[in-house]
């Protein structure tokens, strides 16, 4: 059974940093894409960025470049976002995927391409 537990949520004050992990049991991290989402209240899921199976790129949406980085760790089996000058439009739930295959140019514009979602982890951006 394929599960992704995140964690390392909490609240920060504007302009300061978390690093959320994404850990997997099930599935080896490294075969698949693993895609970070968020969903704020009231608003639409929307992709944060991903890490493409193998050794492939990783990719953060615009609104999070600069600021977001994505890394895998194979060893531990773990993906870490780590966001860096935290904005209150980052408020959210935060959430980790795989694709349904192999991606080796990950997107997270297309979450239906992603399943066995975890159970988020929330962050809230607040003074």
């Known amino acids: 059974q394929v599960q992704f537990v995140e964690s390392g949520g909490g609240m920060v004050q504007p302009g300061g940093s978390l690093r959320l992990s994404c850990v997997a049991s099930g599935i080896a991290v490294d075969y698949y894409a693993i895609g970070w989402f968020r969903q704020a209240t009231g608003k639409e899921r929307e992709g944060v960025g991903c890490v493409s199976s193998s050794n492939g790129p990783t990719e953060v949406v615009d609104s999070a470049k600069g600021r977001f980085t994505i890394s895998r760790d194979s060893a531990r089996n773990t993906v870490f976002l780590q966001m860096n000058n935290l904005e209150p439009e980052d408020t959210a739930v935060y959430y980790c995927?795989?694709?349904?295959?192999?991606?080796?140019?990950?997107?997270?514009?297309?979450?239906?391409?992603?399943?066995?979602w975890g159970q988020g982890t929330p962050v809230t951006v607040s003074s």
């Open positions: 995927a795989r694709t349904k295959y192999p991606m080796i140019l990950c997107s997270v514009a297309y979450p239906t391409m992603f399943e066995d």
